[in-house]
């Protein structure tokens, strides 16, 4: 249980919750995590729909931990959230992301990067140098970088994020809204937010594949429409069957995304990759 202390600093007494304990071990183990250089970058392909040449990749962030290997994001990046880490956090991986692009592109690729930006880091004073940084030293064209955000981490304050969207334009950058169509997905804000691209949640795309006759594809289709109509691109996440694929060709989807094209991987099967379509 936490005590005030007598000048009310809030001291952590042996009785805490074993829950807590280890959250705080989390969030100092990956304070060091970032000081000793123990995250790193997966890179999953994201390819034409109808060619299915590779276009680009997503990096998505893993940590490398000394006792419990390789651990997804969603065992810390909440921690990196709620702890104020997910700045520096998310400036590395900017800075990562952009550095490795643009070394792929010094070797004859013209590949887009995109990253995942937390609502947090977007609205902290320093994503904008941060972004900006990144492009400066890694001299990527900035129209390759990719910022996801997800409608959520723009509704706490659209008119904010409105803003900063406009300032981000202006480095040259693009932007996707990452996981559209699950939240409180309002026309409004599509019409309010200078968006490029809409990735469509997984969630739609998955739904296909145990019932073929499932209104998901109603959806894409509509959500597809919506976006051309906006002169967005569209991408589909999460594609893992061919059946699927087929199905977003056929509604006119731009982008594919998933394990059936490519697996998130690191740097050199990720580069081993180049020239190789996905299955037919
Ligand atoms: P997301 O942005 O929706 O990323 C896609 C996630 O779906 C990735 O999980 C990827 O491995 C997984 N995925 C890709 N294709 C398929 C598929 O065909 N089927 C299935 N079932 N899954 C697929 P991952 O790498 O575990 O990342 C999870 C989430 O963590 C991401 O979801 C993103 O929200 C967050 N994340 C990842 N990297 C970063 C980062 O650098 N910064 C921040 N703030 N968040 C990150
Ligand atoms: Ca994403
Ligand atoms: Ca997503
Ligand atoms: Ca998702």
């Known amino acids: ?9 809030r001291t952590f007494q042996p009785v805490m919750g074993s829950e807590t304990a280890e959250r705080m071990t989390l969030e100092q183990d990956l304070r060091e995590a970032l000081n000793r250089q123990e995250l790193t970058l997966h890179y999953q392909g994201q390819f034409d729909a109808h ?5 680009g990749f997503e990096a998505l962030v893993r940590w490398a931990h000394p006792t419990q290997g390789l651990l997804p994001p969603m065992k810390f990046i909440p921690v990196a959230e709620s702890s104020g880490l997910i700045v520096p956090l998310g400036a590395w991986v900017l800075q990562e992301a952009c550095r490795q692009a643009a070394a792929w592109n010094a070797q004859g690729q013209n590949l887009t990067i995109s990253v995942n930006v937390s609502a947090l880091q977007f609205e902290d004073p320093a994503f904008l140098p941060a972004v900006q940084a990144a ?16 409608e959520s981490a723009v509704l706490n ?11 981000l334009k202006a480095l040259g950058v693009r932007i996707a809204l990452d996981d559209f169509g699950i939240g409180q997905s309002n026309l409004s804000l599509l019409r309010r937010l200078p968006v490029d691209i809409l990735k469509i949640d997984r969630s739609f795309v ?6 073929p006759e499932d209104a998901g594809e109603v959806y894409i289709g509509v959500m597809i429409n919506l976006a051309h109509g906006l002169n967005l691109r569209v991408t589909a996440e999460g594609v893992e069957s061919s059946e699927q694929l087929s199905l977003l060709e056929e509604l006119g989807c731009d982008s594919i ?9 690191p740097p050199d099967d990720a580069a081993a990759t180049f020239g190789t379509r996905g299955p037919p």
């Open 1 to 9: 249980a936490k005590h005030e202390g007598k000048n009310g600093v």
């Open 51 to 55: 060619t299915q040449a590779l276009l």
């Open 135 to 150: 492009l400066d030293a890694s001299g990527l064209n900035p129209h390759l970088l990719i910022l996801e955000l997800t």
């Open 157 to 167: 304050n659209p008119e904010a994020a409105a803003q900063q969207f406009i300032r």
């Open 206 to 211: 998955q739904d296909h594949r145990e019932a």
């Open 257 to 265: 995304q998933g394990f059936l094209l490519a697996r998130p991987l």
